[in-house]
Nanobody, 125 residues
């Protein structure tokens, strides 16, 4: 069982930056592929970025490539999402997600087994 707690959301102006953090419980954290998703009001939860259990492979949605960076610190049970050059369309609740050990990641919400409660990111124009 994994529990995830996101933090770092807030209100920033367009062009600004934020770093989201996800703290994970459990001794098996280093074996979980991790991801960030986001959900805007009235829309489905969408894939943002994923990182393999080793940290060696990352994937991004086209809309955030070159602006967002996902990383992890297995010694601290942490996953991060560095968001730069933020746009109003990045406004959403951002969720951290974990996949069962040694998974290959994925782009669908159904690929992930554990979810955090979300953190609000609001970008003003």
């Amino acid at each position: 069982q994994v529990q995830l707690v996101e933090s770092g959301g807030g209100l920033v102006q367009a062009g600004g930056s934020l770093r989201l953090s996800c703290a994970a419980s459990g001794r098996a954290f280093s074996r979980y592929a991790m991801a960030w998703f986001r959900q805007a009001p009235g829309k489905e939860r969408m894939f943002v970025a994923a990182i393999s259990w080793s940290g060696g492979v990352t994937n991004y949605a086209d809309s955030v490539k070159g602006r967002f960076t996902i990383s992890r610190d297995n010694a601290r049970n942490m996953v991060y999402l560095q968001m730069n050059s933020l746009k109003p369309e990045d406004t959403a609740v951002y969720y951290c997600a974990a996949q069962q050990p040694y998974g290959s990641g994925g782009y669908a919400t159904s690929d992930y087994d554990y979810w955090g409660q979300g953190t609000q990111v609001t970008i003003s124009s």
